[in-house]
């Protein structure tokens, strides 16, 4: 059994103010904010979430190093997996990628045509590949879980997948460095500091807006990692364990 | 940064009793050439500091240097050569020299070579690479590049290893744009 950096009976205000970026997980569990000083198991039973699955979520997300123990799957309850990735899924579509896909088309516009154009292009692309990507998983993996879990018998095959499981962060680091990197004009808020008759400008916040942009996008890369961890080193060794009792 | 070491030189055997002399050095060995089919290129892509070779095969020490400047060019003699053609060599080992003879020469040789750090570091494209990252951008397969370019598929390879750290760029989309933004294809040629 792993140890875990929390316990259910931690104060859940407490541990969010130790590692913010588990705010992510609130999310894609569903649960509120404005839990006052309860406790983690008290919050979860209250929103149907399971406490020990929830922990171990949150330690995917807290402990960069964590490697989930065969023993510590098997002492906890699942049945919230595929909803908490669907939730996942979701966040990521609806609301994440959209989110980044309207700063970056506001600073594709500022850009040469050319290279706006460019910028767009990958960007469509790298959604069409991330929609196709969870629509893979939710019409073959998911499905494949309740039929074992109901004792009917498919020709799926975890470990198909998991070899074939390609990674959605590389493209976003990819955009990272031709933002930062690349793109021209992107200085151009510089130029405009000084107007023609010697008066400071208005600055631009072009630069600005770019680099809000970025931490939109690492902080997504970050999470699509967390998420990729849960489901190669969770749901993995999980399904893994329903395949071997459904031949017995 | 180890001083990297290429050893060419058709004989397995002897391959081997140079790999054994050399392996408790500080010098990074390289992947070891028995042909100077593509040399050329390797050297462009591996830039080692040291190249141990065997004269037969090419003396030329001047176009052995057009890739890499700096590096130390050491003749590998185990039959009777011309005194004439080693005249341009840094250095000659001889294998009946002993052990510690073959080991003392190589790394007094790598120390007066000077690094080819800055090269490495470097983060500027070569012209070759330069020339592969815009086939890449086409969407040309590493085969199809390297039958385009004339190249082995593995010195496409390298090269491809050699974009993504200087650029930063994992993906072929990701490269696309960088040749876009950089002019180096238009978008027409894009597939």
């Known amino acids: ?89 979701d966040y990521y579509l609806n609301r994440r990628l959209p989110h980044i896909g309207h700063h970056l088309d506001k600073i594709a516009n500022m850009l040469p045509p050319r290279a706006g154009k460019a910028i767009k292009q990958f960007f469509s692309t790298y959604i069409e590949e991330v929609r ?5 998983e939710e019409k073959t993996v998911y499905p494949h879980i309740s039929n074992l879990i109901g004792g009917k018998s498919d020709k799926f095959k975890i470990n198909d997948f998991l070899a074939s499981h390609g990674n959605l962060e590389d493209k976003l680091s990819d955009l990272v460095q031709i ?70 | 940064m180890k001083r990297k070491v290429l050893i060419v030189e058709p004989s397995e055997i002897i391959v081997e009793g140079l790999l054994a002399t050399l392996v408790h050095t500080d010098l990074k060995i390289l992947k070891p050439e028995y042909s100077i089919d593509d040399l050329s290129n390797r050297l462009d892509v591996l830039r080692p500091d040291i190249l141990i070779i065997n004269p037969t095969l090419n003396d030329n020490v001047t176009e052995l240097r057009k890739a890499a400047r700096s590096m130390a060019v050491v003749a590998l003699v185990y039959q009777y050569v011309k005194q004439a053609r080693l005249k341009r060599f840094d250095a000659v080992i001889d294998i009946r020299d002993s052990q510690q003879a073959i080991l003392q020469t190589v790394l007094e040789v790598g120390a007066k070579a000077a690094t080819s750090d800055a090269a490495m570091s470097s983060h500027e494209l070569t012209r070759r690479e330069t020339a592969v990252l815009i086939e890449v951008a086409k969407g040309l397969s590493n085969k199809e590049i390297a039958s385009r370019l004339n190249v082995s598929v593995f010195t496409v390879t390298t090269h491809r290893k050699n974009i993504v750290r200087k650029t930063g760029i994992k993906s072929v989309a990701g490269l696309t744009v960088y040749a876009l933004l950089n002019n180096l294809i238009d978008e027409d040629t894009v597939i």
């Open chain 1, 1 to 89: 059994m792993n140890d875990f950096l929390y316990k259910d009976t931690d104060n859940l205000s407490a541990m969010i103010t130790a590692q913010p970026q588990l705010l992510l997980t609130l999310s894609h569990f569903g649960i509120p904010m404005g839990f006052g000083d309860k406790t983690i198991a008290q919050v979860c039973s209250e929103h149907g979430v399971d406490a020990k699955f929830f922990l171990l979520i949150c330690e995917v997300y807290s402990n960069d190093q964590f490697m989930p123990q065969a023993a510590t799957l098997r002492a906890t309850p699942m049945q919230g997996l595929v909803p908490y990735l669907l939730r996942s899924h």
């Open chain 1, 179 to 248: 933002i930062f990197k690349y793109l021209p004009g992107c200085d151009a808020s510089k130029a405009r500091h000084v107007t023609t008759d010697g008066e400071p400008a208005a600055p631009s916040h072009a630069d600005d807006d770019a680099i809000d942009m970025i931490f939109d996008i690492l902080q997504l890369a970050l999470d699509l990692r967390k998420h990729a961890i849960v489901e190669d080193k969770i749901l993995g060794p999980f399904v893994k364990q329903l395949e071997k009792t459904a031949k017995l």
């Open chain 1, 132 to 136: 196709e990507h969870f629509a893979h």
